[in-house]
């Protein structure tokens, strides 16, 4: 009996490695064809310039500059109100209808598909309120699509803080905003910075949004105010690869844009990590 389940865990562990390698494998393989193919394309010229000659030229700064702005536009809009959104749901919000409903269209809205975000940043932020194709409109449209994956990464963070902590603030005296402010949120705050770094990727990763509601064909000029238009890296790499006029010609830099991509969220996410290491041995001490 204990030799079968000895066998059967050491196939179990079997299968999970088999797993894990094949995850590994694949995003290897991934990474070496984008970085074999691109690495040549990249240089200053490339990284600091305007695209010249219907985009066969030049670099794409400001393709780059555009995907920055829209990271940092959608994250000031997402995370604070997907923060406090979770802060009620979780620790103000007491079970009914009302809740299960919010809980249902947290979970609808996390599997909609994003073109149908785009189309509601089309309805809304375009043409109802009236900001036109621009980063603000784009940023808020990627915002609405990253807020369900922060509020349930929030919302996890929250729930595994002891309720020892909230008990222990409360029995001081102290109030329950303060409680929340001061002993919970901290504590929550490295799986708060997971649910940021999932959605840093997915805002810089996205197209339909954004093709939607700003995102310029083709605009050497980096944009002046929240209300231009702008280039960004995602649908500059759809356009060389689908529209362009000679893409032949420009395929060593479409791999040299998806690596400047690569790069760019790596480098976010990696700021990401090192604030949440922070926080957590902060909590630890």
């Known amino acids: 009996m204990f030799s079968n389940a000895k066998t059967n865990e050491k196939i179990a562990f079997a299968m ?76 103000y919000a007491k079970p009914s209808k009302t809740t299960w409903a919010i809980e249902m269209a947290i979970i609808n809205l996390a599997g909609t598909p994003s073109v149908v975000f785009g189309l509601f940043g089309l309805a809304l932020f375009v043409k109802y309120l009236g900001f036109g194709p621009s980063i603000l409109s784009a940023s808020l449209t990627l915002g609405l699509l990253i807020l369900p994956v922060i509020i349930r990464a929030s919302q996890e963070a929250l729930i595994t ?11 001081l005296g102290v109030t329950k905003w303060e409680t929340t402010r001061r002993v919970v949120l901290p504590a929550a705050i490295p799986g708060m910075i997971t649910g940021a770094i999932l959605s840093i990727g997915r805002v810089a990763g996205e197209t339909a949004p954004i093709l939607l509601t700003g995102a310029a064909y083709f605009l050497p000029r980096l944009p002046n105010s929240i209300y231009s238009q702008f280039m960004a890296l995602p649908y500059h790499l759809y356009v060389l690869a689908t529209s362009g006029t000679n893409i032949a010609q420009t395929r060593p830099l479409q791999y040299g844009t998806a690596l400047i991509l690569l790069i760019i969220v790596l480098s976010v996410n990696i700021i990401a990590v090192v604030f949440r290491n922070h926080y957590r041995k902060k909590l630890s001490r």
């Open 16 to 91: 999970l490695r088999l797993a894990v390698l094949a995850v590994v494998a694949f995003v290897c393989i991934i990474l070496y064809y984008i970085i074999s193919n691109g690495l040549s394309a990249i240089s200053l010229e490339f990284i600091t310039e305007m695209p010249r000659n219907r985009m066969t030229e030049g670099g794409i700064y400001p393709a780059i500059m555009g995907t920055i702005y829209l990271i940092i536009g959608s994250m000031a809009f997402a995370m604070p109100l997907g923060i406090l959104s979770a802060i009620y749901v979780n620790e």
């Open 161 to 171: 803080v002891p309720k020892e902590y909230r008990e222990a603030s409360l029995a």
